[in-house]
């Protein structure tokens, strides 16, 4: 293999590393939105990874696709809990049907 090939081969690795690493940090901030109840915040961190989706491992669907279930949830207990009128300033520890 010539040098340039080499080389090549490298900084597609590393770019590859990149990605996966940048799409890591997404899906740990997409979490943290979601327990701190940020969902605006955790649906762009989301949407983000999501648009990386067919550039990363194929292993990463499913990663992905269990946070934006984990967001879908969180969005339907805030809704339930807006539709019930139960609903707080404190969703966290007032709202039973947020389940948190």
Known sequence: MNQAVQDAT???TAAAADLVKQAEQY????KQYIK???LDA???AI???EAMKDKLPAEWAAKIDDVRKMLDSAKKAVGA???AEVITPDL????ALAGR
């Not at 899906?27 to 997409?30: K, R, V």
């Open 81 to 83: 809990c807006r539709n």
């Open 47 to 49: 949407a983000k990874v």
């Open 27 to 30: 899906l740990e901030q997409a």
């Open 36 to 38: 701190e109840n940020k």
């Open 10 to 12: 490298k900084a597609g």
């Open 92 to 95: 966290s520890t007032n709202c």
């Open 42 to 44: 955790a649906e762009q």
